[in-house]
């Protein structure tokens, strides 16, 4: 028995039928994947489990990745998505869930988390109360960037009522130690923090944050591509400016 696939699925509250649905695969191979230890599914297949179940490869069949264990600079990249959307809500869930210690959305709407993600604001209560910092960096919707990528994008729902949502739903966690500031420097890269973890979009010509290319990132070393886009967003926190009066403890 692989129990440690067992367990995972157990946790994230997923059945053999709905993880068979999310990787393309019949329900008896699923069945095969727990009922038969030593069976490894293809490398395809065990990407999708763990984006589903939001679990390493390492834990679920650690002999597949000792053989594919990365030692280059490239080591810190989990998953590469050509459209954000093809990115499982299931991960995100994953991601916010385990976060203990930092939580940060640095999307420059940060609109499809309100729409995506059951109980989103309920989560992040959680989350502050425990003592994880919770933060959002969004953009102006009244400034010229925005303005400009409005005209760009050229969509129905425009980016400043997208971002209106979230600073309303944003004012609901206010005094709740959810920290929110405004940039403009991150119009065209989002990023997203979840402890070590990571998920980058940047933002392509004409396109809406949804196509845009998606990286999962994970941290492993010093000055490594984790932490090169973790300076970049707290560089962005530093020169934001604040929503709402902030507390000293999220400045």
Known sequence: MNDALRRAMAEARVNDRKLAEECGVDVKTVGRWITEPGRVPHARHRWAVCNVLG??????????ARKAVKVGPDREIVSVYPYRSACPASLWRSLI?????????????????????????????????????????????????????????DVALSLSTRIRVT???????????VAARFSSGHA??????????????????????????TLHLRRHQDDGMFDRFATHAEELWRRGRPVWEETHGQA
Not at 55 to 64: F, K
Not at 105 to 127: C, H, I, V
């Open 55 to 64: 679990e390493d490869e390492g834990v679920l069949w650690p002999a597949a």
């Open 167 to 177: 600073l309303a739903e944003l004012e609901k966690l206010k005094g709740h130690d």
């Open 97 to 153: 869930t385990k976060a203990e210690r930092e939580l940060m959305f640095a999307g420059y709407t940060n609109y499809f988390l309100w729409l995506e993600q059951a109980r989103f604001g309920t989560a992040l209560r959680r989350k502050a109360s425990a003592g994880c910092r919770v933060r959002f960096l969004v953009g102006d919707p009244d400034s010229e960037i925005t303005r400009a990528r409005e005209q760009e994008e």
């Open 188 to 213: 065209y890269l989002s990023v997203f923090r979840f402890d070590d973890d990571m998920i980058v979009t940047p933002l392509l010509t004409h396109s809406v944050g949804h196509d845009a290319p």
